[in-house]
């Protein structure tokens, strides 16, 4: 008889403690998230090599995001602005609120080197949020941003998340583009996000795969040099003194990206 109970109760009870284990194994990390930098069709860095390590990339068909891909393995840093894509999905059944998703900052001196820009074929509007780390301090709120003529400039009185927040539910997914600029520091920067879930605070990092993001400003003495990347020319650095026309008026076709 004592078997039987015993049996009986552990028959109700067991799969409801799975399930809460579970539950709780879940909310340790609830929230999974992939995030990716991603550029527009103009965009600058700066590389703090020699001019001559450049030469292995021009006279190829190379431009765009293919491009930027291989300068950054080089050691270019992204000028003024960096650009992520941010995607968060829930993994518990629960739902979770995010009430706050911040940038932590390590603040240096611009990075001195070459300044490398890719010019423009056409523009591209997006919903946008921002941070900028010309703001004093190193723990940063995101703003809403607008893109007007190439340059992002944050809207509204407050920081996004001092009025909204965001909700999400088992298998959906949000998505963020998220521009971080500076024109005066060069910045090491990571997110984090802040979230309640049943009414248990948490919070997480976001990486660059484990690394922080990077991204530089103005030097006060001037870059090392300042060039362009003549796409519609041979595809080739060119001082960016010298590049007074449009693109359309040198070539017809678009660059890839």
Known sequence: MIAENLYAFLKGILPKAIHWILQRIKTRKP???SIETFVGDHWCVVFPGKREVLSQLEGRRISGSKLHTKLIN??????SETRVRLRLRAKTDSPILVKQISAQASKSDSIDGIKITHPTAGVSDST??????????TDLPLWSAVEESFEVRREGVYPFFARKQINLSKGSYETLI???????????????IDYEIEGYQGSTEVTNYGAPFRTTGEVKEGFTADLTW????????IPSSTWDTAPSDHATDLPSS
Do not use: C, H, P, Q
């Open 31 to 33: 929230i999974e998230w």
């Open 128 to 137: 946008l949020l921002m941070v900028d780390f010309d703001d004093e301090g």
């Open 178 to 192: 998220i521009i971080a600029k500076t024109n005066r520091y060069s910045v090491n920067w990571t997110l984090r």
């Open 230 to 237: 003549a796409w519609f020319d041979g595809n080739k650095l």
């Open 74 to 79: 080089l050691g270019a840093v992204d000028y």
